[in-house]
């Protein structure tokens, strides 16, 4: 036998006496840790099918593990993750926040964004209860007083209400006949038709939308280009929620300094010279200031509130367009059903009649975040934790991926793979389960749900009421991008090309 031979011999022994060892000596020991899904290399573990498909991976690993739904582990690069995918271990992960944290999690994402170690300390120091601006009884840190002033924008009320009517000004706008021609991405027909490829668009409304939503006219008029560069660094954001190194995410980081660079001469310019900004950013500015962060490091944790709020209205409105326009019957039915909310010559409809008396149009929203709802909540495990009668232990990583709670056959139906618009009115108690968690849970539960729900449900009826809507030619629906980690909707992997004629009735 060559000396090859030899050695290869000699580390396929290693290898299966290192698998043996691993998976089904040592378990013997720890009868109470959550069963492990096997793999074969050492230190990289399920890696590559991490990145190439995590649903499947995860799976893959549920059924391994028995399919009994109960707490499993795998393991990525040498990092351990525990699986929750019962509604009940869930509920009991988000009730607990003295031993499961998210805040290391973020403090992680912001050293990766390259904010400074002084202000991420600064961020999560407890601010004096008694402190001018808002109001702070408990004495809560910046990092998560954000977010209750964030929830106060976006929570049903007069703020919302305010910005809502500030993305359907910009709504009427984009989707004027002129406008939509205008684009440089758009193809005109023959006939007054106008094709365009969905997931661009909506990229491109909603971003846009977005950014003046939140940041008025300014941002725009100081980098033109903002919501595309932002575009580009959203799709390599998974980078950042992995904390790539530097050297592996330059791309990334490109596009990311280039739309700080704006944001800098954003919060340098004077308030009062902000005009049409929502209250949240002055108000998150006025707080910043008073920590005396600097203008890169503000201009950093701008970002991630602009990544927040434009990562996933956009993702959310192609997919509900998309399954739409695949079943001719629920296109007809909301095509009708839309009509009543907008009043006399009314070019926006009224939120409130879309979200209250459209019942066909909120059902079809509740399976389209069903269907495409792919973030996982993240938590570090601080000290030995038991969850569903098993033993988390101290330094490992807490994983809560949402679709395996939203694709669970045994609350959601056998058919639980494909779209079935009726499927949330014929069981109205499915948005009020432990499965349901399609914007997370817990104190980390996502502020934007009804934003996000008010603003496209406002672009789908507008754009059904001014125009007809169809697929430009036979293609298929589009497969969801399942290896790329997101902070909510999957993206897609391909194109859908869709046509849009103006009813004669509402052409502009």
Same mark, same amino acid.
């Given at each position: 036998?060559s ?10 022994i @290693?290898?299966?006496l290192w ?6 000596v ?7 840790d ?7 290399l050492?230190?990289v ?6 990145f190439?498909n995590s ?7 549920r059924?391994?593990c028995?399919n009994?739904?109960?707490?499993f582990?795998?393991s990525v690069?040498g ?5 929750l995918t019962?509604a $009940?271990?869930v ?6 926040i003295?031993t ?6 973020v403090q992680e994402?912001?050293?990766t964004?390259?904010n $400074?170690s002084?202000?991420i300390d600064?961020?999560?120091?407890? +601010?004096s @209860? ?13 990092a998560t007083? #954000?977010?209750?002033m964030?929830?106060q924008?976006? &929570?049903?009320?007069?703020?919302l209400? #305010?910005?809502g009517d500030?993305f359907d000004k ?14 440089? &991405?758009?193809?005109a027909?023959?006939?007054?038709s ?5 997931m661009?668009w909506?990229s491109d409304?909603?971003?846009? @939308?977005?950014q003046g939503a939140y940041?008025g ?5 100081i980098?033109?280009q ?5 575009l580009?660094?959203?799709e390599?954001? &998974? ?7 530097k050297?592996?995410s330059?791309?990334?980081h ?11 001469v954003?919060?340098?310019?004077p308030?009062?010279k902000?005009h049409?900004d ?8 006025d ?11 503000k201009?950093?944790?701008l970002?991630?509130e602009?990544w927040?709020?434009?990562t ?7 997919w509900?367009l998309a399954y739409?326009l695949?079943?001719s ?8 059903e839309?009509?009543?909310a907008f009043?006399?010559d009314?070019?926006?409809p009224?939120a409130?009649?879309?979200?209250e008396?459209c019942?066909? +149009?909120n059902?079809a929203w509740?399976e389209t975040i069903?269907m495409?709802?792919f973030s ?7 000290e030995?934790?038991m969850i569903?009668?098993k ?9 809560i ?6 694709f ?7 058919d639980?793979?494909?779209?079935r618009?009726?499927r ?10 432990g ?10 539960q996502?502020?934007?749900?009804? #934003? ?6 406002s672009?789908v ?5 001014r &125009?007809?809507?169809?697929?430009n030619r036979?293609?298929?629906l589009?497969?969801g ?5 997101v ?5 897609s992997?391909?194109?859908l ?7 004669n009735a509402c052409?502009?």
């Amino acid at each position: 036998m060559s000396i090859t031979a030899k050695v290869g011999l000699g580390f396929g022994i @290693a290898l299966l006496l290192w698998r043996f060892i691993r998976f089904s000596v040592l378990p013997l020991y720890r009868r109470t840790d959550p069963q492990e899904y096997p793999y074969w290399l050492p230190g990289v573990g399920h890696l590559f099918s991490f990145f190439q498909n995590s649903d499947k991976l995860l799976e893959r690993g549920r059924i391994y593990c028995g399919n009994t739904r109960e707490p499993f582990a795998i393991s990525v690069a040498g990092s351990r993750l525990y699986v929750l995918t019962k509604a $009940s271990d869930v509920a009991e992960a988000y009730r607990n926040i003295k031993t499961l944290s998210f805040n290391v999690f973020v403090q992680e994402m912001l050293k990766t964004m390259g904010n $400074s170690s002084s202000c991420i300390d600064q961020m999560y120091r407890p +601010l004096s @209860a008694e402190k001018p601006g808002f109001p702070n009884p408990h004495g809560k840190p910046l990092a998560t007083l #954000a977010r209750d002033m964030h929830l106060q924008q976006l &929570y049903p009320g007069k703020y919302l209400d #305010a910005l809502g009517d500030e993305f359907d000004k910009r709504f009427d706008c984009y989707l004027q006949v002129d406008n939509l021609r205008d684009c440089k &991405y758009a193809r005109a027909s023959n006939d007054d038709s106008i094709v365009l490829p969905l997931m661009v668009w909506c990229s491109d409304v909603f971003t846009r @939308a977005g950014q003046g939503a939140y940041f008025g006219p300014l941002l725009e008029e100081i980098d033109p280009q903002m919501t595309w560069k932002f575009l580009e660094f959203d799709e390599l954001s &998974y980078q950042v929620q992995f904390q790539y190194p530097k050297w592996l995410s330059r791309k990334m980081h490109k596009a990311k300094e280039a739309m700080v660079e704006g944001l800098m001469v954003y919060l340098e310019t004077p308030q009062e010279k902000r005009h049409g900004d929502a209250w949240f950013i002055k108000a998150l500015d006025d707080e910043m200031k008073a920590l005396e962060l600097g203008t890169y490091d503000k201009a950093l944790l701008l970002l991630t509130e602009y990544w927040g709020v434009n990562t996933n209205t956009r993702k959310a409105a192609f997919w509900m367009l998309a399954y739409i326009l695949h079943d001719s019957e629920l296109y007809h039915t909301l095509v009708d059903e839309i009509q009543a909310a907008f009043t006399t010559d009314a070019k926006t409809p009224d939120a409130h009649y879309l979200l209250e008396k459209c019942i066909r +149009l909120n059902a079809a929203w509740d399976e389209t975040i069903r269907m495409s709802a792919f973030s996982a909540s993240v938590r570090h495990v601080t000290e030995n934790t038991m969850i569903g009668g098993k033993v988390l232990r101290k330094g490992s990583r807490l994983m809560i991926p949402y679709r395996q709670l939203h694709f669970d056959a045994s609350v959601f139906g056998s058919d639980i793979r494909s779209f079935r618009s009726d499927r949330f009115l014929k069981d109205k108690n499915l948005t009020s389960g432990g499965s349901w968690r399609p914007f997370g849970g817990g104190t980390t539960q996502c502020p934007g749900r009804f #934003a996000a729900k008010q603003v496209v449900l406002s672009f789908v009826a507008i754009l059904l009421r001014r &125009y007809h809507v169809q697929v430009n030619r036979p293609q298929q629906l589009p497969e969801g991008q399942l290896g790329k980690p997101v902070l909510g909707i999957m993206a897609s992997k391909g194109e859908l090309e869709v046509r849009i004629t103006p009813r004669n009735a509402c052409a502009d």
